[in-house]
């Protein structure tokens, strides 16, 4: 089993550029989540969904948009990237607890 | 709304016992999980307290008072290795909604 995959694993953007990160699990999670973590600031959640066809906003959603059309997968876009969203990017997933989350290995973007 | 606190930084020898500490304030409060991630790695589910009192995995254990809103994470037989950052992350329900807060992360150095 892979767990949880991110690609891709690194990115570098110019303002106003967009791209679209994707996050693949094969643990047949229901849920599945998107974080930002920067410095001294933890794990913020973007977006995150319970479940096929369903998303919903976390704590920091501007600027971001999720779909989550098969269950394995969890896909963030971002329309027009800006500086403040250099960021590293975690994708996760939980069984419906959502307590024990399994986390991918990351995407570091950078908007220059 | 909801927070968390954790120290910023702790250091300890190589061999001892060290305590991280955590509090928070949230409604609907369901538990308190703990995450490893090594610099450059992803977060790794250590530890998960629904109800008061001390869960041991290892030299790993997790204590809860709920009645203080506290918990800590207590590491035993220090090694290198567990030179880390530690997240301490609250389960919560709103609205029917259940949620995972992360803190801001506890950066622990273990010195020789």
């Known amino acids: 089993n892979a767990g949880v995959t991110q690609t891709p694993k690194f990115r570098v953007l110019k303002t106003g550029q967009s791209m679209t990160l994707l996050c693949a699990q094969d643990?047949?999670?229901?849920?599945m989540y998107w974080y930002r973590q920067d410095p001294g600031m933890g794990l913020r959640l973007i977006h995150y969904?319970?479940?096929?066809?369903?998303?919903a906003k976390g704590e920091v959603p501007d600027g971001y948009n999720v779909s989550r059309l098969k269950k394995q997968n969890f896909l963030l876009g971002l329309e027009s990237a800006a500086p403040s969203q250099t960021s590293v990017y975690f994708c996760?997933?939980?069984?419906?607890?959502?307590?024990?989350?399994?986390f991918g290995p990351g995407t570091r973007l950078t908007v220059t | 709304g909801q927070s968390l606190e954790q120290p910023s930084e702790v250091t300890a020898v190589e061999g001892a016992i060290v305590q991280i500490n955590c509090t928070y304030q949230?409604?609907?409060?369901?538990?308190l999980s703990w995450y490893q991630q090594h610099d450059g790695g992803a977060p790794t589910f250590l530890s998960y307290?629904?109800?008061?009192g001390l869960e041991e995995t290892g030299r790993f254990s997790s204590f809860l008072s709920r009645s203080d809103s506290y918990g800590y994470l207590l590491l035993q037989e220090l090694q290198m290795k567990d030179s880390a950052s530690y997240f301490c992350?609250?389960?919560?329900?709103?609205?029917?909604?259940?949620?995972?807060?992360f803190g801001t992360g506890t950066k622990l150095q273990v010195i020789p």
């Open positions: 996760a997933s939980s069984y419906e607890k959502a307590y024990e989350q399994y």
């Open positions: 643990m047949n999670h229901e849920y």
């Open positions: 969904s319970v479940g096929e066809g369903t998303t």
């Open positions: 949230t409604s609907g409060f369901y538990g």
């Open positions: 307290n629904a109800l008061d």
């Open positions: 992350a609250v389960r919560s329900y709103s609205g029917g909604y259940q949620k995972v807060t």
